[in-house]
């Protein structure tokens, strides 16, 4: 195994963060900004009211996203054991 496939491999775990990631990421910004939004607006200055419905909107989008995530992660780990088994039989040969 050459520096290039430890690059490539590298590469593709930062992708598949990104895609496991980026949506809880996205959701909780936008439950934040609405949040801070309605705060601004209202006046009200209650801790608990940011961190109260970005905790039940991501747990539920946890829920939703979960399939999606579990897949991800899934077919990442098999590209990744099937090249460990090459690296193997490469050695064998």
Known sequence: MDSLEV??????????????AMPLM???LAVG?????FQALTQIQEQTLTF??????????LIFLMPF??????????ELNKRIVDIGRGNDE
Do not use: C, H, Y
């Open 69 to 78: 995530m579990i897949s991800t992660l899934s077919d990442f780990n098999e």
């Open 33 to 37: 900004l609405i949040v801070s939004l």
């Open 52 to 61: 109260v419905p970005k905790i039940f909107i991501i747990f539920i989008s």
């Open 7 to 20: 690059m490539e491999i590298g590469r593709q775990g930062l992708i598949v963060f990104f895609k496991v």
């Open 26 to 28: 996205l959701i909780a």
